[in-house]
Nanobody, 116 residues
Framework: EVMLVESGGGLVQPGGSLRLSCTASGFTFGKYAMSWLRQAPGKGLEWVSAINNRGGKTNYLDSVKGRFTISRDNAKNTLYLQMNSLKAEDMGVYYC?????????WGQGTQVTVSS
């Protein structure tokens, strides 16, 4: 069974940091490109960041560049998103996504709340 399980969300004050994790099972993690996406309350799904299967290439949404860092540990089947200098507009449910050819897997999401 394919599973992607996100964790690490929570409540943080503006300017604070969180580290999200996404643990994968049921497929060959190291062969898949991975992404983080988020959905703010009342809004659509927004792509945040992506990393290629070996971790050598990353991309970011302009608004998170310099604040967020995506990384992966293929030996641990885990994807990470280090989020620093968090802002209210970063708030939402964060999802990890695995993609390879026609295969597309999603986690259940983890809530990030940025509030004082």
């Amino acid at each position: 069974e394919v599973m992607l399980v996100e964790s690490g969300g929570g409540l943080v004050q503006p300017g604070g940091s969180l580290r999200l994790s996404c643990t994968a099972s049921g497929f060959t993690f190291g062969k898949y490109a991975m992404s983080w996406l988020r959905q703010a309350p009342g809004k659509g799904l927004e792509w945040v960041s992506a990393i290629n299967n070996r971790g050598g290439k990353t991309n970011y949404l302009d608004s998170v560049k310099g604040r967020f860092t995506i990384s992966r540990d293929n030996a641990k089947n885990t994807l990470y998103l280090q989020m620093n200098s968090l802002k209210a507009e970063d708030m939402g449910v964060y999802y990890c996504n695995a993609r390879r050819a026609s295969r597309d897997y999603w986690g259940q999401g983890t809530q990030v709340t940025v509030s004082s």
